[in-house]
């Protein structure tokens, strides 16, 4: 009983060190704008990763983020109401041969090489477009809030390594969820 006492408390210490280094990622601004009758949402976000995350990206693991988007409607007494809602995947790896990391957008399949990790950090982070809609779908006049986050898909990680994943903070690379109000 004492054994299981003992590693329960390690476990929980090493989760607590792990948390006490992790660094993530967190939306600086969020805009909205009406182009040519669509709505169009843009994020800018400032990426850290820690050394557990940049050792597997340097040793071939291919790291995929997701930038999530809602569209709500604030209603006083009952739930808001979710008015629109999309979701943009990328896929950050590094090539081993010529030493660059590559960014790939999953939805056009535009992918991009750079030099260094920070270099794709911030193009990663300067998300424009991420979520395009028609702008009927939002009756007028009203106050809408948007939401927004960017994260690490853990899901996505090679099956031997999400045990570790589940009880590692340092895993948990995702930005709380980023509100603004649009004005229609």
């Excluded at 476990?11 to 040519?36: H, K, P, Q, Y």
Aim: with cysteine; glycine share 4%.
């Amino acid at each position: 009983m004492n054994a299981v006492r003992r590693l329960i408390a390690l476990v929980f210490c090493l989760c607590l060190s792990a948390g006490a280094i992790a660094r993530g990622v967190t939306i600086t601004n969020g805009t909205a704008s009406f182009e040519d009758a669509h709505l169009v949402i843009s994020i800018q976000a400032s990426i850290a990763l820690n050394e557990n995350v940049e050792e597997a990206l340097d040793n071939g693991i291919t790291l995929f983020f997701e930038a999530e988007t809602k569209i709500l409607r604030e209603r006083r007494l009952w739930p808001d109401t979710q008015m629109l809602r999309a979701s943009h995947r990328f896929a950050l790896s590094r090539h081993a041969l010529s030493n660059r990391y590559a960014l790939t957008d999953l939805a056009s399949g535009e992918s991009r090489t750079f030099k260094t990790l920070q270099e794709a950090l911030l193009v990663l982070g300067d998300l424009q477009r991420v979520l395009v809609s028609d702008e009927a779908v939002l009756p007028k006049p009203e106050v809408y809030l948007a939401r927004a986050r960017l994260r690490l898909i853990t899901e996505e990680l090679p099956a031997p390594m999400r045990p570790l994943v589940w009880i590692s903070p340092s895993w948990w690379v995702s930005s709380p969820w980023y509100e603004w109000l649009i004005k229609r």
